[in-house]
Nanobody, 114 residues
Framework: QVQLVESGGGLVQAGGSLRLSCAAS????????MGWYRQAPGKQRELVAI??????TNYADSVKGRFTISRDNARAVYLQMNSLKPEDTAVYYC?????????WGQGTQVTVSS
């Protein structure tokens, strides 16, 4: 079955960097958009970054200039996070939209200490 496996989360100091990875497996067709969302305690899940099939990207204003999303041809998506801030602390979820179906990973915890 379809599975998204995330990795790269962890605990870092403010100003540090992390790189999140998400690999998709199973029968996934017509991948249109890949991206990352996050959910912090007491807050709604929010879009962090998305990337389309033509490598066009969109970022939340709060991460623009610090985070970079990328993808490869093997159904993987990455999020390079630099200059991390405590407010970036959240569970980060990988998402893949394929054939009008939205798939989600289990989430990976990112904690930024001050």
């Amino acid at each position: 079955q379809v599975q998204l496996v995330e990795s790269g989360g962890g605990l870092v100091q403010a100003g540090g960097s992390l790189r999140l990875s998400c690999a998709a497996s199973g029968r996934i067709f017509r991948i249109n958009v890949m991206g990352w969302y996050r959910q912090a305690p007491g807050k709604q899940r929010e879009l962090v970054a998305i990337i389309g099939s033509g490598s066009s990207t969109n970022y939340a204003d709060s991460v623009k200039g610090r985070f970079t999303i990328s993808r490869d041809n093997a159904r993987a998506v990455y999020l390079q996070m630099n200059s991390l801030k405590p407010e970036d602390t959240a569970v980060y979820y990988c998402t893949v939209v394929a054939a009008n179906i939205d798939y989600w990973g289990q989430g990976t915890q990112v904690t930024v200490s001050s």
